[in-house]
């Protein structure tokens, strides 16, 4: 039996493990267990290969949802412009000055066409503003319509 630093006694199975465990460690330093094989390089392409895979994945989701979000922007640009020139007409009986509409609304175009209503709405007007723009390779096309009051004065009466 043997000593240790501290006057503990262990048995000679104690110290027969402890030598056995020594022994193990010695053989995981070992030079033959450090030589790579061609197993772990092959590990290594195939992770990187799929992590390729899903960044391009990544970066192509990620473009899909800029074109779409980019689609939604000029979407929305459109109906505000044909909501202002409506109002506008609604309320001066004018569309927004060019100048005015170009700096506000630098990449849309608009376009105004007014109609005579029909039925019951014959003492009214029709007013039908059309807003386009592009996002990306695609055209927004908005159009909106308003009936407002025609522009003659009312008969004796009404």
């Not at 630093?5 to 262990?10: K, V």
């Not at 290969?49 to 192509?60: H, Y």
């Not at 990306?136 to 004065?153: C, N, T």
Request: hydrophobic fraction near 45%; charged fraction near 25%.
């Amino acid at each position: 039996m043997r000593y240790f630093r501290r006057g503990l006694r262990l048995s000679n199975t104690w110290l027969g493990q402890l030598r056995h465990n020594r022994c193990k460690r010695r053989k995981v330093v070992s030079v033959k267990n450090k030589k790579y094989s061609g197993f772990f390089i092959t590990e290594i392409v195939v992770a990187s290969a799929i992590l390729a895979i899903l960044l391009v994945g990544l970066a192509l989701s990620l473009y899909g949802f800029a074109k779409f979000n980019r689609y939604q922007l000029v979407r929305q640009q459109c109906i505000a412009a044909a909501q202002a020139e409506l109002d506008s007409i609604t309320i001066t009986g004018k569309p927004i000055p060019d100048a005015d509409f170009k700096r506000l609304w630098p990449k849309l175009g608009v376009n105004i066409k007014k109609s005579a209503g029909t039925g019951q709405w014959q003492a009214m007007t029709l007013v039908e503003v059309t807003a386009n723009g592009m996002s990306f390779s695609k055209e927004v096309k908005v159009q909106l319509a308003r009936y407002v009051l025609a522009d003659e004065p009312l008969a004796k009466g009404e």
